[in-house]
């Protein structure tokens, strides 16, 4: 580990710790300190073997992945205002994931998490390529352009998914609608599972090319004039970003916004070198979702507000601020 | 095992074509290292297309390049960036990188220890005048500051360790489109002075300039272009004359011939169209 990564990652990492002690001890059921020490009863390790910690464990993981997803998107474009949410890429996934409930649900009669993830996955895959073709010409990515295709993808993946909807059974439409907003309410170790896979094997071939994706940054011209493969690594990073937005949106549906804020406020504090961005973004990415968990959570008790819902309360102002200071500057 | 080889860059009939139009139609020539080079002609005469293709951004339709006698299709982009380094004309910056984190960049290309690497970057804060800027972010630094960031991540890429020595950068090249924009005269001496002390310790220098002046000033060779063919290659006394200047360039100039160590002056001349 580099010598500038060490002392954030240790805080970072010590810091989502302590939020994931505290979530796992929150909740209608309370499980305190004492109960740990004096070990828990029956009902207690039910609760947290089989609801708290997947859960838990599922929300972290997917605020890696989207963080990460957002830290890669924004080395392809080259704009740290690339985010999975803002192009498209998210509404895309659950278009995906949508279609195989709906269709498939016709077809097969039921569908799997798996089945469901590699609908997201091609979907989002998809989505990343026509928005790269739309906004990116000759190695010049135009911001304007890439965030107007989103937009327009984002509602032509809204209308889709509404049509289906109106197509679905009632059965189908209460599993469509938690798409819409984004739940962590559907956890299982299931879900931990697939979603720690493939977060792990994403990030670990990141970080592998994290000298190229720093020279990405410089251009795509500079990027291939300093010995980097611009081409295969332009297809790895949507394919290893599609994955993680895929697998986050099959099953947690969609949350935005995270892998704009938790990147920049990384870059911000020790600059854009993916040495640093992809593992400070991991785990900021999951101290901002439990901590986004836990409030949902608590906030109105016993109700549940959707995460999704939550983080576009946060998100939003904060692409907001972010559009204005480039005005600005 | 490569200094014995001559150090040089050929090409021969270079045909380059994009949308139905014709940059580069059979050029030829060849650059020798330890040398600077110019290559001058007016604007779309194919200068930045057959620097694009010296450097293999551009693959061209037809023609042979060699570097160091060894065709350029068969040098992979990793054995090419640790021998030639290039500054494009326009740099894509989004990202608020440090100056000094700049420069790393292009130090990861060439590789080393921890300890060389830090002094190799100190070395070309120095002679790039920006270690005053080492901790600047690059997004807040005026056109020519960034230039010089540029330049010495540029160079970070082929630096060599006893880059004092003699022959230290023999076998190295470096392509130059349009350095010298933005940079005020202090610099613009500074940088040229450097680009000569490293071209007489054997790197071959190739840049695009638009300043007749200063193409007399810094450059050893010329190669004139024009319409994407070549009009003529040779020294730059030889070619800098108002003949061919007005063959190339279209301009009818007047030139004050070169004496002691002031370089040949070349303005327009009054009255011309």
């Known amino acids: ?329 | 095992m490569t200094s014995r080889v001559p150090s040089t860059l050929r090409f021969d009939h270079v045909v380059f074509e994009a949308q139905g139009q014709s940059l580069l139609k059979g050029v030829c020539g060849e650059f020798s290292g330890g040398c600077i080079h110019a290559i001058v002609g007016q604007n779309g005469a194919g200068k930045t297309t057959l620097l694009r293709c010296l450097s293999k951004e551009l693959t061209p339709q037809a023609g042979q390049i060699s570097l160091q006698q060894r065709a350029l299709r068969d040098w992979s982009f990793a054995e090419l960036a640790q021998r030639r380094a290039v500054l494009s004309q326009q740099q894509e910056l989004a990202f608020s990188f440090s100056v000094t984190q700049l420069i790393e960049l292009g130090l990861e290309v060439a590789g080393g220890r921890f300890e060389q690497r830090q002094s190799r970057l100190q070395v070309l804060l120095e002679l790039c005048d920006l270690q005053a800027l080492a901790q600047r972010n690059i997004l807040t630094l005026s056109g020519g500051e960034q230039k010089r960031a540029q330049l010495a991540r540029v160079l970070a890429q082929i630096w060599p360790d006893d880059w004092q020595n003699d022959a230290a950068f023999a076998g190295k090249w470096l392509f130059l489109d349009e350095w010298s924009d933005g940079l005020d005269l202090k610099h613009q001496v500074q940088i040229g002075c450097l680009l000569k002390q490293l071209a007489a310790k054997g790197l071959g220098v190739v840049m695009i300039l638009h300043d007749l002046n200063q193409v007399a000033q810094w450059a050893d060779e010329v190669l004139l272009l024009k319409q994407g063919e070549v009009m003529a290659q040779g020294d730059t006394q030889a070619m800098l004359t108002q003949a061919n200047l007005l063959t190339v360039m279209d301009v009818e100039v007047a030139i004050l011939p070169a004496s002691g160590s002031t370089p040949l002056l070349i303005f327009p001349a009054r009255h011309s169209h």
């Open chain 1, 1 to 329: 580990m580099t010598r500038r990564l060490r002392v954030p990652f240790t805080l970072l990492a010590a810091a989502l710790l302590t939020a994931m002690f505290l979530s796992l001890q929150s909740g209608s059921l309370a499980i305190g300190i004492s109960d740990w020490w004096q070990g828990l009863n029956a009902q207690q390790s039910l609760v947290l073997w089989e609801i708290r910690l997947p859960r838990l464990l599922m929300t972290a993981l997917v605020g890696a992945g989207l963080a990460v997803s957002g830290v890669a998107l924004q080395a392809l474009f080259r704009n740290p205002l690339a985010e999975p949410g803002l192009i498209g890429v998210s509404s895309s996934a659950a278009l995906g994931a949508v279609m195989v409930i709906v269709l498939g649900g016709l077809l097969w009669g039921s569908v799997s998490g798996w089945q469901m993830s590699l609908a997201a996955f091609v979907a989002a895959a998809i989505a990343t390529l026509l928005i790269y073709l739309i906004a990116t010409r000759n190695g010049h990515t135009d911001v304007a352009l890439m965030l107007l295709a989103g937009v327009a993808l984002n509602a032509v993946a809204g209308a889709l998914t509404g049509l289906l909807i109106t197509i679905s059974t009632d059965a189908q439409l209460r599993s469509v609608m938690f798409w819409m907003m984004g739940s962590f309410s559907a956890a299982s170790w299931t879900a931990v599972l697939w979603l720690g896979g493939a977060a792990l094997l994403v990030m670990a071939r990141l970080v592998w090319l994290r000298r190229s994706m720093n020279a990405l940054l410089l251009g795509e011209a500079a990027c291939l004039q300093m010995g980097y493969a611009v081409q295969p690594l332009k297809w790895q990073i949507m394919g290893l970003s599609a994955l993680l937005v895929g697998s986050a949106v099959a099953w947690v549906g969609v949350i935005g916004f995270v892998g704009l804020m938790v990147p920049h406020m990384v870059r911000l504090w020790l600059g854009p070198d993916h040495r640093q961005l992809i593992p400070l973004s991991a785990l900021g990415g999951a101290l901002l979702l439990v901590l986004a968990d836990w409030l949902a959570r608590s906030w109105m008790a016993p109700a549940e507000l959707p995460i999704g819902l939550l983080m576009a309360l946060i998100g939003g102002p904060f692409f907001l601020s972010l559009l204005l200071k480039r005005r600005g500057a």
